[in-house]
C-alpha cells in the first residue's frame, strides 16, 4: 500500500503541475497572438497602447507563475518523498512534548515554504507591478507586512493548532468531528472580527467623506434592504495602484470598503453600480453559499484524515519515517491541496455563475450602462487582460472574461 500511495502521489503531483504549466503556455500564447488588436467591444474605450500594456502584464504575472509552480512542486516532493519532514523531525527530537514538538516542526515547514515564495512575492511586486505602475509600496512597507503577517499568523493560528493536536491526542475516534466543530467556529470569528480587529491591522480606513456619494448609496442600501455598519474608504494607494471595493464581515458586523484609488477614477452612477453588484452576492445568498460549502468541504476532509492518520501507509507513502500526530495533520495540509486541483474548474465556474447573478442584480437596481462603463474602467486601469486564452479563464478565473461579461450585460 506504501508503493501505491507514493506512485499516486508523483503522479498526481507530476499531472497536476504539467496541467499548470501547460495552461500557463497557452495562455501566454493566446494573450500574445491577440494583444494588436482591440476587440470591437472595447475600442471606444480603451486603446490599443492599454490593450497592450494588459497583454505584457498578463503575460509577465503567468510567467513568473509559471516558475513559482515549479518551485513549490520542487519543495512538496523535497519535503515528502526527499525526508525533510523527517530530517526536521529529527532535529527537534530534544523536545519531550509531543505536543510542542509537533507544533516546532509544522511551524519549521510553513517558515520553509515561505521563505520560498517570499522572492517570488518580492519579483512580483517590485519588478512586474512595479514595470507597469502598479506599485507603491516601498520596501519598508513590504518586509513590515510580512512581519505583521507573522506576528497575526502565530497569534491566531498557534491557538487552533494546538486545540487540533490536543484534539487528535485525547478527543478519542471522533476526535475529527469535534474539531471540525472547532475550526468552523474559529472561522466564524475571524469573519466576525475581521473589519474591526483585522483589516486595521495593515490599512487605514476612514468613513466616507463625499456627501453626495453617501447619500446616494444610502438610498440604494434602503431600496435593496441592505444594513451596514458603515462605509469606509481605504487607504488602497499605499501599496498598489490597483482599484476595487468590497464586502467585509459577517452578520451585524458587515462594511462597506471603497478603495481610494476606485473613488478617484470612477463617477458616482458607476460607483453605485459597482456597490449593486456587490450588493447581488448579498441578495443571492452568496457568501452564506461558500461559507457552507468551505465547512462541507473541511468537514469531508477532517473525516479522511480521521481515517488515515491510523494508516501507516500514509506516512510512509509519503516518506514519514516515524509517524506522529503532527505529521498527520501536515501531510494533509501540504498533500490535499494536489489532488483537489481537478476539482479547480467546477469551482471556478460556480464563481463566475455568481458574477453573472450579481450583474442582473445590480441592473434591476442600478444601472447596466454604468455597470459596464465601471467595467471597461477597471479593466482598462487595472491593466486586465481582455483576452485570457478560454481554457485557462475556464479553469481559473472566479470572475467571467471581459467579453462575456460585457456581452452579457
Request: include cysteine; charge should be positive; charged fraction near 20%.
Amino acid at each position: 500500500m506504501d508503493e501505491i500511495l507514493r506512485n499516486i502521489f508523483i503522479t498526481v503531483l507530476t499531472l497536476s503541475t504539467v496541467i499548470h504549466l501547460w495552461l500557463a503556455r497557452r495562455h501566454i500564447h493566446f494573450v500574445s497572438n491577440h494583444k494588436n488588436k482591440v476587440p470591437d467591444a472595447f475600442k471606444k474605450n480603451i486603446s490599443l497602447k492599454d490593450h497592450q500594456k494588459a497583454a505584457h502584464y498578463a503575460i509577465a504575472k503567468s510567467e513568473l507563475g509559471s516558475k513559482d509552480i515549479l518551485a513549490q512542486a520542487s519543495l512538496l516532493m523535497l519535503l515528502t518523498l526527499g525526508g525533510l519532514i523527517s530530517k526536521i523531525s529529527n532535529i527537534f527530537d530534544w523536545i519531550s512534548s509531543s505536543t510542542l514538538r509537533d507544533i516546532a516542526i509544522i511551524l519549521s515547514v510553513m517558515l520553509i515554504s515561505s521563505l520560498i515564495d517570499l522572492p517570488f512575492n518580492y519579483y512580483k511586486t517590485f519588478k512586474i507591478d512595479e514595470k507597469f505602475g502598479f506599485n507603491r509600496m516601498t520596501k519598508k512597507l513590504f518586509f513590515s507586512d510580512i512581519y505583521k503577517q507573522m506576528i497575526l499568523g502565530l497569534s491566531l493560528g498557534l491557538p487552533i493548532l494546538f486545540v487540533a493536536l490536543w484534539m487528535l491526542q485525547n478527543a478519542g475516534s471522533y476526535w475529527w468531528l469535534y474539531l471540525w466543530v472547532v475550526w468552523s467556529l474559529f472561522n466564524l470569528l475571524i469573519l466576525a472580527i475581521y473589519p474591526t480587529w483585522i483589516a486595521p491591522f495593515f490599512n487605514k480606513f476612514s468613513p466616507l467623506k463625499d456627501r453626495v456619494l453617501k447619500t446616494k448609496i444610502i438610498a440604494l442600501l434602503k431600496k435593496c434592504g441592505f444594513k451596514s455598519q458603515g462605509l469606509f474608504v481605504m487607504d488602497g494607494s499605499a501599496r498598489s495602484n490597483h482599484g476595487n471595493a468590497y464586502f467585509t464581515g459577517f452578520g451585524k458586523n458587515k462594511r462597506i470598503v471603497f478603495f481610494d484609488t476606485l473613488l478617484e477614477r470612477l463617477n458616482h452612477n458607476e460607483i453605485e453600480a459597482v456597490l449593486a453588484h456587490e450588493l447581488g452576492h448579498f441578495h443571492h445568498n452568496h457568501v452564506k453559499k461558500r461559507i457552507v460549502m468551505m465547512f462541507l468541504v473541511s468537514f469531508i476532509g477532517l473525516a479522511i484524515l480521521g481515517y488515515l492518520k491510523d494508516q501507516l501507509w500514509f506516512y510512509h507513502g509519503l516518506g514519514i519515517a516515524k509517524p506522529s500526530d503532527g505529521s498527520a495533520l501536515l501531510l494533509f495540509m501540504l498533500v490535499g491541496p494536489t489532488f483537489i486541483f481537478f476539482i479547480k474548474p467546477i469551482m471556478a465556474f460556480y464563481s463566475r455563475q455568481n458574477e453573472f447573478e450579481a450583474d442582473r442584480y445590480a441592473k434591476k437596481h442600478s444601472s447596466a450602462k454604468y455597470l459596464k462603463e465601471s467595467l471597461v474602467k477597471l479593466y482598462r486601469d487595472n491593466a486586465s487582460t481582455l483576452t485570457p486564452d478560454p481554457l485557462y479563464s475556464a479553469f481559473y478565473d472566479s470572475h467571467p472574461p471581459a467579453l462575456q461579461r460585457i456581452a452579457r450585460l
